[in-house]
């Protein structure tokens, strides 16, 4: 390694006729850099790295065959853990851990291959659960659930290949219902000619409702890809019609009042 300086310990059995070496490198510092075993030129075994700075452990696991192979941690510079996982032939597998600066788990799940799978949470800084929801291939699917701090469910709905679609909840912070609506991954049939010009991305469609915390109507939009389209009613607190907005593909038409 460039800047270390490497000091061995050479040990050959007389059985097998393997060739083992203790590794010791160091930074030009004096402060130890790596430091771990080689059989027969590959790396085996226990190793550690460490900062060139301050000498503090940067990294530490174990290889097999000159790949990593089983539980690694990795450190900041202050000593503190950041991340902490399994590898299988130098690739990211199974359960793995990352925490903030403060020690605080910040997500854990699981990878295969170095590809997010299954699932997969989310922390506030101070502990509670803020989000959780399933990976496939890397994107997030299925139903995924978001917290407020209060362990109250904020909002809920589906995804589909790393995508909102379907319909969707949300929530006040004191549990009750704040709006439903519905999502649409574009699709030619459904929406035609892109919206905004783009094919990529998910798009508000459908009807919707938002709700005042004591359950009355709020408001009531239906839009088409994104676009709004159709009636927009406004109401007060008591359920009481205010206006009538009338909207076609994205363009303001008219306002009714009752």
């Not at 503190?80 to 788990?105: A, M």
């Not at 502990?127 to 990976?135: A, F, K, M, S």
Request: hydrophobic share 25%; with cysteine; net charge neutral.
């Amino acid at each position: 390694m460039k800047g270390l300086l490497c000091v061995l310990l050479l040990i050959t059995p007389f059985i097998g006729f393997s060739q083992t070496e203790i590794i010791k490198q160091f930074h030009d510092n004096g402060n130890i850099g790596v430091e771990g075993t080689v059989i027969n030129g590959q790396q085996e075994g226990y190793w550690k790295y460490y900062y060139k700075k301050n000498g503090q452990l940067k990294k530490a696991g174990s290889y097999k065959n000159g790949s990593l192979d089983g539980f690694w941690k990795y450190y900041n510079e202050n000593g503190q853990l950041t991340h902490e996982g399994n590898f299988i032939n130098d690739k990211s597998t199974g359960k793995w851990k990352f925490y903030r600066e403060d020690g605080q788990l910040k997500r854990e799940g699981n990878l295969n291959n170095n590809i997010k799978t299954g699932l997969w949470k989310s922390y506030f800084r101070s502990g509670e659960l803020l989000e959780q929801g399933n990976y496939i291939d890397d994107k997030t699917s299925g139903i995924w659930e978001f917290y407020y701090k209060n362990g109250k469910l904020r909002r809920t709905g589906e995804y589909i290949d790393g995508k909102e679609n379907g319909f969707w909840k949300a929530y006040y912070e004191t549990g009750e219902l704040m709006s439903e609506f519905n999502y649409v991954i574009y699709n030619e049939q459904t929406c035609g000619n892109p919206p905004f010009g783009t094919t990529y991305g998910t798009f508000f469609h459908g009807h919707s409702v938002s709700y005042f915390k004591n359950g009355q109507k709020k408001r009531e939009e239906n839009w088409k890809c994104g676009l709004e389209d159709g009636m927009f009613k406004t109401f007060n607190e008591e359920g009481q019609l205010l206006f009538i907005e009338i909207y076609e593909d994205g363009k303001f038409l008219k306002t009714i009042r009752p």
